[in-house]
């Protein structure tokens, strides 16, 4: 019943940006912990950020200073900015959800189907 939609991936020039959309359908909510991962082939799945009810927000190093999450409440709507990017950054960029906790731990029940992002040099 409740799904997670993503949209806003692509090509991208070393440098660019993009912002990635996933918007939550199906729930209404006001406790959360949302997150978007990123896997490259061959590579396991890296957490890359995420935001709970508090606004509480966390980055993996690698994204710090160039990479905001945030939220639309309105909208149910989670939002990744992402700015500076390089090749490195190349993944499939998944959004998830826990629905239950007003904080991250990292159990997220739903997630979204997955975009492509690609970084050139």
């Known amino acids: 019943q409740v799904h997670l939609v993503q949209s806003g991936g692509g090509a991208v020039q070393a440098g660019g940006s993009l912002r990635l959309s996933c918007e939550v359908s199906?729930?209404?909510?006001?406790?959360?912990?949302m997150g978007w991962f990123r896997q490259a082939p061959g590579k396991e799945r890296e957490g890359v950020a995420n935001?709970?009810?508090?606004?509480?927000?966390t980055y993996a190093d690698s994204v710090k200073g160039r990479f905001t999450i945030s939220v639309d409440n309105a909208k149910k709507t989670l939002y990744l900015q992402m700015n500076s990017l390089t090749p490195e950054d190349s993944a499939m960029y998944s959004c998830a959800a826990d629905l239950v906790h007003s904080y991250c731990t990292s159990s997220f029940g739903y997630w979204g189907q997955g975009t492509q992002v690609t970084v050139s040099s």
């Open positions: 935001i709970d009810s508090y606004d509480r927000t």
């Open positions: 199906g729930a209404t909510y006001s406790r959360y912990c």
